[in-house]
Antibody, heavy 123, light 110 residues
């Protein structure tokens, strides 16, 4: 069974930094691209960033480009999102999700999702 | 990266069919086959219903179907059931090599 578990969410001040993590099991981790999607409670889904199986291809939403960095450690079956210069509008649940297919490119369609970790940016 | 346009809500009676539209541009929905649909029940994580415009993952009911015409993708739920009451999101690859979601549609079963 595929499992994805996010961690690291907490309250952080505007302008601060935070790293959230996602630990995976139940599939061959280094075959699949992974992504981060966020959701403000009660609102819609917003794609944040994606990374291919090797980590060499990374893509970002304009709203986080230059502030967030997605990375992965295939030896530890882990995905990360380093968030800097955090803003109030970055407050959301952050979900990691797995690509539906094995490919060399960034993940585009997601068949397994974690339960999310809540990041709150507030003074 | 403007969000794709979906109706805020649609409703139908049990057994009826409802259609949810997802309108983008030639730079996203109209330009690529990578359009997907997700179902999200309250306080649950999203679930993949459709990938590559009109393909269902294994285990997804054939009551869910989808298509695309020009810059608009559509999700059709046939034989509406109480358990279909949820939020639905479309998602598309874009010419900027990014992804964009729709704003979401709340389906209500009357």
């Amino acid at each position: 069974e595929v499992q994805l578990e996010e961690s690291g969410g907490r309250v952080v001040r505007p302008g601060g930094s935070l790293r959230v993590s996602c630990t995976a099991s139940g599939f061959k981790f280094d075959d699949y691209g992974l992504t981060w999607v966020r959701q403000v409670p009660g609102k819609g889904l917003q794609w944040v960033a994606g990374i291919n199986w090797s980590g060499h291809s990374r893509i970002y939403a304009d709203s986080v480009k230059g502030r967030f960095t997605i990375s992965r450690d295939n030896a530890k079956n882990s995905l990360f999102l380093e968030m800097n210069s955090l803003r109030v509008e970055d407050t959301a649940f952050y979900y990691c999700a797995k690509d539906y297919v094995v490919s060399n490119g960034a993940p585009l369609q997601f068949d397994s999702w974690g339960q999310g970790t809540l990041v709150t940016v507030s003074s | 990266q403007s969000a794709l346009t979906q109706p805020a809500s649609v409703s139908g009676s049990p057994g009826q069919s409802v259609t949810i539209s997802c309108t983008g541009t030639s730079s996203d929905v109209g330009g690529y086959k990578y359009v997907s649909w997700y179902q999200q029940h309250p306080d649950k994580v999203p679930k993949l219903l459709i990938y590559d415009v009109n393909n269902r993952p294994s285990g997804i009911s054939d009551r869910f179907s989808a298509s695309k015409s020009g810059n608009t993708a559509s999700l059709i739920i046939s034989g509406l059931q109480a358990e279909d009451e949820a939020d639905y999101y479309c998602c598309s690859y874009t010419s900027d090599s990014t992804l964009v979601f729709g704003g979401g549609t709340k389906v209500t079963v009357l």
